[in-house]
């Protein structure tokens, strides 16, 4: 299935976004992930069926990932955006938790489906 990102944007330093995903599917383990030029795609936050949440040191506190079944969307609301922020945002799907059972939620690998990507820039 092809995800669809949207709400990337640029904005000043302690701004925020909301990031939104689709289709999610109410059985699935989503996650978010970013892309800064140069740098390898990193794992951003994770949200399991029971609505377990983890996320990157980094964004702890500032970030909050969510999901809608209802409107079958992945939210990522981001609030004091730092500079270091900016970079390329994908949701990624693993639809029924299936690669969950091997695959470290944290890693590239453990999701199947993958969204092109919205870019968010934070500038001083």
């Known amino acids: 299935v092809q995800l669809a990102e949207s709400g990337g944007g640029s904005v000043q330093t302690g701004g925020s976004l909301r990031l939104a995903c689709s289709p999610a599917?109410?059985?699935?383990?989503m996650a978010w992930f970013r892309e800064a030029p140069r740098l390898e795609r990193e794992w951003v936050a994770t949200i399991e069926t029971d609505d377990y949440v983890r996320y990157i040191d980094a964004v702890k506190g500032r970030f909050t990932i969510s999901k809608d079944n209802n409107k079958h969307t992945l939210y990522l609301q981001m609030d004091r955006l730092k500079v270091e922020d900016t970079a390329m945002y994908y949701c990624?799907?693993?639809?029924?938790?299936?690669?969950?059972?091997?695959?470290?939620?944290?890693?590239?690998?453990?999701?199947?489906?993958w969204g092109q990507g919205t870019q968010v820039t934070v500038t001083s």
């Open positions: 990624a799907s693993d639809p029924g938790c299936v690669l969950a059972r091997v695959v470290d939620r944290t890693h590239r690998m453990g999701y199947s489906d």
């Open positions: 599917g109410d059985g699935d383990c």
